[in-house]
């Protein structure tokens, strides 16, 4: 999408949940990358994340998981597995606290190819609401999904379930073995917390965090391996089983690194982590990009020095001109008989459909490598509103026919 002729955002796929995306937008010729969340390992519902190599002035990435590099999808997905069928064959009752988006449908999927292959018969439910609404548009956008589901969804869609059906608040009090994806998935509110105080004091029972849970919720609490917790102005005693195992949507930090080092920025700012873990991850990006990182607090405003570049038309008429005037004179020494000379810049022309796009380097930067169709002001002090006056002041004289050399 371009706004007012000169902002171009651009969408790339994100790999996080249905519909993410990561953005690129560009002004000027500058580019900034604003990940969002995202995901580099393909899963059963997504595939990875994919964005072009744009060598961005600025990158802006979340940092959920800063140091965590997690072991093979494969390996956790047999282990959850096990855990599941051996709670159920205990007499247990499995609680995954679950976001509405996302994890609900990549674990529903895992547990409904389990459920057909062993032939389980105990009951899968998920809670109503933003779930089923989710679900929903699943099945509607099949086309977002990763490459496996799109080719089967002709004999059949993938969010179709035939094990996991909806739960209804009387089966909390149930003593029937069964698993349950609720929401939120940090327990800090909802059905999640309400089932989790019914089941949490029978050693029976197990939960199974997924994600990842912020400090001073429950769920962190849980996970920290608090046995006593207070819920309500109720201690509630922590005596099913608890077990870790992410299957979060965000990239680990090898992902992270993997998405820096494809994209080439010349500066990263990392956001949405912790303050310790981007610490570590910043001192790793220095050291294999070589690019200043920053992860600068809340609310605070940081300030870089980049290259800004306009884009500039010429006529071709104007350029068959020039060049022929330079071929006739042997003083000018450039390699390319597509340079000519402005006051105080070099302009390099490239073939366009309609017309001659320029880049214009200072002359002092005539021998580093310049993108094409770009124009870099590298000095201090220099006004780009007052330089493209000029420059467009100076074209408009050539193109009158007068001599400005």
């Not at 600068?296 to 006529?315: A, C, G, M, R, Y």
Request: hydrophobic content about 40%; glycine content about 6%; overall charge neutral.
């Amino acid at each position: 999408m371009t706004f007012a002729n000169d902002i171009k955002v651009t969408a790339y796929y994100a790999g996080h949940v249905l519909g993410a995306a990561m953005f690129a937008i560009e002004c000027n010729g500058e580019t900034c990358v604003y990940t969002g969340d995202f995901n580099m390992t393909a899963d059963r519902h997504l595939g990875s994340a994919w964005i072009a190599k744009l060598k961005p002035d600025i990158v802006i990435t979340e940092t959920t998981y800063a140091t965590t590099i997690r072991d093979s999808k494969r390996s956790r997905e047999r282990e959850f597995l096990k855990q599941v069928h051996e709670t159920l064959d205990g007499g247990g009752k499995v609680l995954i606290p679950v976001f509405a988006l996302g994890r609900a449908q990549e674990l529903c999927i895992l547990l409904e190819t389990y459920w057909n292959r062993t032939n389980l018969q105990y009951p899968i439910f998920f809670s109503g609401g933003l779930t089923e609404k989710a679900n929903f548009y699943y099945k509607l956008f099949i086309n977002w999904t990763n490459e496996k589901i799109k080719k089967t969804f002709i004999k059949k869609n993938m969010f179709d379930f035939s094990h996991v059906q909806k739960f209804e608040t009387k089966s909390i009090k149930t003593d029937q073995p069964m698993v349950f994806f609720a929401t939120p998935g940090m327990l800090h509110g909802g059905l999640s917390l309400q089932t989790f105080k019914e089941w949490a004091p029978d050693p029976k029972n197990a939960i199974i965090i997924p994600g990842y849970c912020m400090p001073g919720t429950v769920g962190n609490k849980v996970l920290s391996g608090e046995k006593s917790i207070m819920i309500d102005n109720k201690n509630v005693q922590v005596n099913m089983q608890v077990f870790n195992m992410s299957f979060s949507a965000h990239a680990d930090s090898k992902g992270i690194m993997e998405l820096l080092m494809h994209l080439e920025p010349k500066n990263v700012f990392l956001v949405h982590g912790e303050k310790q873990k981007m610490k570590v991850l910043a001192d790793n990006v220095r050291q294999k990009l070589g690019v200043p990182c920053y992860y600068p607090p809340n609310h605070s405003v940081t300030v870089i020095e980049t290259d800004p570049k306009i884009d500039v038309l010429i006529s071709t008429d104007l350029i068959h001109k020039k060049n022929f005037e330079f071929q006739q004179n042997d003083s000018i020494d450039h390699q390319s008989n597509q340079i000519i000379t402005l006051p105080d810049v070099v302009v390099k022309f490239e073939e366009t459909d309609n017309g001659q796009k320029i880049e214009i380097i200072e002359t002092q930067q005539l021998q580093t490598s310049q993108l094409q169709v770009k124009v870099n002001l590298l000095k201090d002090n220099v006004n780009l509103d007052t330089f493209r006056e000029k420059l467009v002041q100076q074209v408009t004289m050539l193109q009158a026919g007068a001599d400005i050399f």
